[in-house]
């Protein structure tokens, strides 16, 4: 099966009503597949993307179908831009046709979040201030800073707060400072490139390569050059180079994934810019020239498609290919990509398609389903944020829970008990008498303790016959103390066999 079988099967739609079908040139279908394919942004990296030069004739117009392919998505439609070249401003009026380029795609009204343009924007807004060339050097240059300062937002007169007690004075000084003199610390640190944090933006346009940057030493000097008056002596074209290049870096910004941003990941379709009525000579095709010209000198991919429809085109480019072959020839084009960029030819990213002029048969008809971006991944969505933290807070409380039951939880009388024997059998152990061997009975200490421990654990004496053998089963004996003999105690003299035969437990060799 060919690459484009999948995405013309979902470029022709169900069988619809005749007034609702499009009227397509032969090849039309395999064009529309071709750009679907382009369109869709890979899962994992980003694909080179061509300038398709399509060649108007007088019985086929693709741009009608081209808008409505592009702009009547059912859910997320794809970010692009529609310009008229007869319709501009004037001839060669490059930054004019950025101007409505960029007003277009910065709309909300793609099914996405709007792309956002750091660089073209300052780029822009500097061509368009005028300094007084009169005045001093160092005036003008104040006069720029300002204006640059202010750009965000024009800041309030305040006066340095009066009255009112020591610590209420210190507290509106503080105050006025940080609202007043700490932004202009700030803004001279990023406009100075001294601070890699702070001023990326600003640090961006003295690493670029067009108008030679380092020559300025600093910004505020580079910015200075790009004011009106001050660039008369610059080349247009490399003005104009500067601004589209800013106007690509900002949408390979807004195109990069990190992994640390989902929001980064629900860009899952290049935005695309069609522009009608382009000619060798006029702005289209100037703007059509110089943004091949920016990605061969700079050596960068942008996520930009751009599709041109005009008369012939460029007298460098080879012979159009048929849209009938327009896969074929997209792939024709990406095998020899690299070895053009690298010999740098002309109309090297020039991919031109012509209505097959051998075909005599009616325009084919068919049903033309309108493009739709690509579902996001499921983890960058914009419900997963709420979803983490709704886990995160319900395993909290539990655990918070769990903790403080078992902390506030009575203990049963048995488990009191069983730790206060516990506690008894610890200390009587640890006040147990200590044993001496009778291996050793020279031993002072071993002889002395024996000899206490005798006198003080040894039984009654038996009176008589009053206790015998078969008497009590305790080894012991007690009788009633004599008159003239006095509480006396004697030990019962008992065989080992007698014991054994009692159950008693035999002598112990250590005392």
């Known amino acids: 099966m060919r690459r484009s079988e999948l995405p013309r099967r979902e470029v022709i739609g169900q069988r619809q009503a005749t007034a609702g079908r499009e009227r397509l040139p032969a090849g039309g279908l395999e064009l529309f597949a071709l750009l679907a394919r382009l369109l869709r942004r890979p ?10 030069w399509l060649v108007r004739s007088d019985t086929a117009d693709l741009m009608v179908p081209l808008r409505r392919f592009l702009g009547q998505g059912p859910r997320r439609r794809v970010p692009h831009a529609v310009l008229d070249a007869d319709a501009s401003p004037g001839a060669g009026d490059v930054p004019a046709l950025l101007r409505e380029l960029h007003r277009q795609l910065s709309l909300e009204a793609f099914g996405a979040a709007r792309l956002r343009f750091r660089h073209y924007p ?20 104040a006069a ?7 750009r965000r937002g024009p800041r309030t007169p305040e006066a340095l707060p009066s009255g009112g007690d020591a610590v209420s004075i210190a507290s509106q000084v503080l105050l006025w400072l940080v609202r007043r ?6 803004f001279r640190a ?8 702070l001023g990326r933006h600003y640090n961006w346009f003295m690493r670029q390569q067009y108008l030679a940057p380092r020559q300025s030493v600093t910004f505020l000097g580079f910015a200075e050059r790009l004011t009106a008056g001050w660039r008369d002596g610059e080349q247009p074209d490399q003005v104009n180079k500067l601004l589209l290049h800013a106007f690509l870096e900002d949408l390979r910004q807004a195109y990069r994934r990190r992994p640390w941003r989902p929001s980064d990941w629900r860009r899952t379709a290049y935005p695309a810019l069609l522009i009608d009525h382009v000619a060798p000579g006029n702005v289209g095709g100037e703007l059509v020239r110089l943004l091949g010209d920016v990605r061969t000198e700079t050596g960068r991919n942008d996520p930009l498609l751009i599709v041109a429809s005009g008369g012939q085109p460029p007298p460098d480019l080879p012979e159009p290919h048929p849209l009938t072959e327009a896969d074929e020839a997209y792939d024709e084009w990406a095998g020899a990509l690299p070895e053009m960029r690298r010999l740098r030819r002309p109309a090297t990213w020039l991919v031109a398609l012509r209505p097959d002029e051998t075909d005599t048969g009616p325009p084919s008809r068919g049903g033309l389903r309108p493009f739709s971006a690509p579902d996001p991944p499921w983890w960058s969505r914009r419900f997963l944020p709420t979803a983490l933290c709704l886990v995160l807070v319900a395993v909290l409380g539990l655990w918070v829970a769990s903790r403080w039951g078992r902390a506030v939880t009575p203990r049963s009388p048995e488990r009191s008990r069983s730790r206060w024997s516990a506690a008894a059998s610890v200390s009587a152990t640890a006040t147990a008498r200590p044993r001496c061997s009778t291996t050793t009975p020279a031993r002072t200490g071993c002889a002395q303790f024996k000899s206490a421990s005798s006198r003080r654990t040894a039984p009654p004496r038996r009176s008589g016959s009053a206790a015998t053998d078969d008497g009590p089963s ?38």
Do not use: E
Not at 126 to 135: D, R, V
Not at 181 to 186: D, E, F, R, T
Not at 477 to 498: I, L, N
């Open 190 to 197: 990023a406009v100075s490139g001294r601070v890699p944090v």
């Open 181 to 186: 003199a700490v932004p202009g610390v700030v």
């Open 122 to 141: 300052l780029a822009d807004w500097l061509m368009q201030q005028s300094l007084n060339l009169g005045i001093d050097a160092d005036d003008s240059r």
């Open 43 to 52: 899962r994992r990296g980003d694909r080179r993307l061509p300038l398709v």
């Open 144 to 150: 720029l800073v300002r204006r640059l300062r202010d």
């Open 474 to 511: 305790s080894p012991w004996s007690t009788s009633a103390p004599s008159p003239a003999t006095g509480p006396a105690r004697t030990r019962s003299r008992t065989s080992p066999s007698a014991r054994s035969s009692k159950g008693w437990p035999p002598p112990s060799t250590r005392c």
